[in-house]
């Protein structure tokens, strides 16, 4: 089978991965397209991570194998893939809080692979980068006529973005947003937010972002210079452009997580989902917060699989969503680190691999 290993130092194309006998409760899927994440090539920087792994965590693709107890899918079916696994069992899971999973914390280490005779590890629950892979039933949704290029995006961009303006940022007509880093979700949180009738300012440092930020809905674009202070930055975007309501920070960046930390009005919320390098420390004004402000973040945006994933997938098929300009390119997987360059550079919203070429 062919796949993308990363072995602690470099990417490795091969056709020599292959997967374990499917298990009860688990679906065999054949990977037709796979987003590629800025969490991919964080955990590239991890020294301490498990490897060799298989990254990916954007999966759309056509069920290959139904395993022993597994209802309602059936060989064919094309599917999105959630990374979430929660227990089901656990106090979290049983207050209908499954994003909170004392057991799994929505993950489940696993070692599905095999390379060369060594084993592989897994991420997120999904290794999209492979041909073919294992998940829980419970991880897929159907995308029936949506092409697989957009499918794919649903299980991180889409659902993270659009559910931390709806479900985190409980975004409601009328509100001020900021949306902070205008990536691949964030202008899925850009799109949430203007379909909820807010008015979204986008805020990123590369001024190309601008274009990209009013496509989707942005009604401003503020530029923020390399480096600029936090607190100064928030200070700015409040005196230019009003009382925000909620800010929503997309890229992780220490300055723009001071930003959408202090930017807020009184009453007002953040959401942060962006994902920092470990250890990273930002200055909070407890000033601000004791003054009624609220700060949150959850994994996936606070989307309930279950319950969001098969809305945005139906708003992606009709349009309502628009997932389509949201890929710059799609590769073949043998140009996966042409990809992430271009992901890397800032030069495409989202990269998508295409592992039929």
């Not at 057991?103 to 696993?110: I, K, L, M, R, S």
């Not at 985190?168 to 949180?189: E, M, P, S, T, W």
């Not at 402000?293 to 279950?306: D, F, L, V, Y």
């Given at each position: 089978?062919?796949?993308?290993?990363?072995?602690?130092?470099?990417?490795?194309?091969?056709?020599?991965?292959?997967?374990?006998?499917?298990?009860?409760?688990?679906?065999?899927?054949?990977?037709?397209?796979?987003?590629?994440?800025?969490?991919?090539?964080?955990?590239?920087?991890?020294?301490?991570?498990?490897?060799?792994?298989?990254?990916?965590?954007?999966?759309?693709?056509?069920?290959?194998?139904?395993?022993?107890?597994?209802?309602?899918?059936?060989?064919?079916?094309?599917?999105?893939?959630?990374?979430?696994?929660?227990?089901?069992?656990?106090?979290?899971?049983?207050?209908?809080?499954?994003?909170?999973?004392?057991?799994?914390?929505?993950?489940?280490?696993?070692?599905?692979?095999?390379?060369?005779?060594?084993?592989?590890?897994?991420?997120?629950?999904?290794?999209?980068?492979?041909?073919?892979?294992?998940?829980?039933?419970?991880?897929?949704?159907?995308?029936?006529?949506?092409?697989?290029?957009?499918?794919?995006?649903?299980?991180?961009?889409?659902?993270?973005?659009?559910?931390?303006?709806?479900?985190?940022?409980?975004?409601?007509?009328?509100?001020?947003?900021?949306?902070?880093?205008?990536?691949?979700?964030?202008?899925?949180?850009?799109?949430?937010?203007?379909?909820?009738?807010?008015?979204?300012?986008?805020?990123?440092?590369?001024?190309?972002?601008?274009?990209?930020?009013?496509?989707?809905?942005?009604?401003?674009?503020?530029?923020?210079?390399?480096?600029?202070?936090?607190?100064?930055?928030?200070?700015?975007?409040?005196?230019?452009?009003?009382?925000?309501?909620?800010?929503?920070?997309?890229?992780?960046?220490i300055g723009a997580v001071e930003a959408a930390l202090h930017c807020p009005k009184r009453g007002g919320r953040t959401v942060l989902i962006g994902l920092s390098a470990p250890g990273t420390q930002a200055?909070?004004?407890?000033?601000?917060?004791?003054?009624?402000?609220?700060?949150?973040?959850?994994?996936?945006?606070?989307?309930?699989?279950?319950?969001?994933?098969?809305?945005?997938?139906?708003?992606?098929?009709?349009?309502?969503?628009?997932?389509?300009?949201?890929?710059?390119?799609?590769?073949?997987?043998?140009q996966v680190e042409d990809a992430i360059a271009a992901l890397k550079a800032g030069a495409v919203t989202r990269a998508v691999l295409d592992h039929m070429r």
């Open positions: 089978m062919r796949g993308v290993v990363w072995d602690g130092a470099q990417l490795h194309i091969t056709k020599a991965l292959s997967l374990r006998p499917i298990r009860p409760g688990e679906v065999r899927v054949r990977v037709l397209r796979s987003g590629i994440c800025h969490s991919d090539i964080g955990m590239m920087a991890i020294p301490q991570a498990a490897t060799p792994m298989v990254l990916g965590h954007e999966a759309a693709g056509e069920v290959m194998e139904v395993g022993p107890d597994v209802e309602g899918w059936s060989v064919g079916d094309r599917v999105a893939v959630g990374t979430q696994t929660p227990c089901g069992q656990c106090r979290e899971c049983g207050r209908d809080e499954p994003h909170n999973c004392d057991t799994t914390w929505g993950y489940v280490p696993d070692w599905p692979f095999l390379w060369e005779g060594r084993p592989v590890v897994s991420f997120a629950n999904v290794s999209s980068f492979a041909g073919e892979i294992l998940v829980k039933a419970g991880q897929l949704f159907a995308i029936h006529d949506l092409p697989p290029e957009q499918g794919a995006l649903i299980g991180c961009a889409v659902s993270t973005g659009a559910c931390a303006a709806r479900v985190l940022g409980r975004v409601k007509a009328g509100d001020r947003v900021a949306v902070f880093g205008i990536g691949g979700i964030g202008v899925n949180a850009v799109q949430g937010a203007r379909l909820a009738g807010a008015e979204v300012l986008a805020i990123d440092r590369n001024p190309s972002k601008e274009a990209v930020a009013r496509q989707f809905g942005a009604a401003h674009f503020h530029v923020a210079e390399p480096g600029q202070d936090g607190m100064a930055l928030a200070q700015a975007l409040a005196v230019q452009h009003g009382p925000i309501d909620v800010a929503i920070e997309c890229s992780g960046a200055r909070l004004s407890l000033d601000a917060v004791l003054g009624g402000r609220e700060i949150i973040s959850t994994m996936n945006g606070g989307a309930r699989p279950g319950r969001d994933y098969p809305t945005l997938i139906e708003e992606a098929r009709t349009g309502r969503l628009n997932l389509r300009d949201q890929i710059s390119h799609v590769w073949p997987l043998e």
